[in-house]
């Protein structure tokens, strides 16, 4: 018998879902990511802000799918998608399918503010997250010399829950970490 193979692209939200939805399907499943783990994306303000470590909202693919017989997960990169003859090539190898689910997520959109893209800090994932608090804490450390403004650009999910974050750090954490510095100059 001829099991059909299902290759997922992606490990976020929606390669996740369709892999668990598919753990009794009579499919053999390859679920492929540039990532060995799944991100908690709603979570990455926290890290921003220093609110959690990274650790905490990144989550092992293959520990989430230890149970699941019919998943295998390959590291890697898709450097190619043939609909017609039906592989992927990735990392130099060629994986054929039955079945193909695109799962690879989305990029911020900076309508069209170079400036902004190029000069400020995204929170997309965890490296961009750790550079943003880095850039953060360092900014605290040199506040005895320079006036704290920071700017959230961004009104939607994790831009609000940014800015409310980044004041409770201010009003709550770092005055007292910062007991000489005048929190009331932070906007």
Known sequence: MNIPHVVIIGAGFGGLNVARQLRNAPVRITLIDRQNYHLFQPLLYQVAIAGLLPSQIAYPLRTIFRKQKNITFQLGEVTEINLEACYVRMNGSVIAYDYLVIAVGAETNFFGMDSIEQGG???KDIQKAVST???LLKMFEQ???AMLTFVVVGG????VETAG???ELIN???????????????A
Request: glycine share 6%.
């Open 121 to 123: 800090f995204q929170v």
């Open 133 to 135: 608090r880095n850039h």
């Open 143 to 145: 506040a005895s010399r």
């Open 156 to 159: 939607g999910p994790t831009g």
């Open 165 to 167: 974050a980044l004041a």
């Open 172 to 186: 709550h954490v770092m005055v007292k970490d910062f007991p000489n510095l005048n929190i009331n100059e932070a």
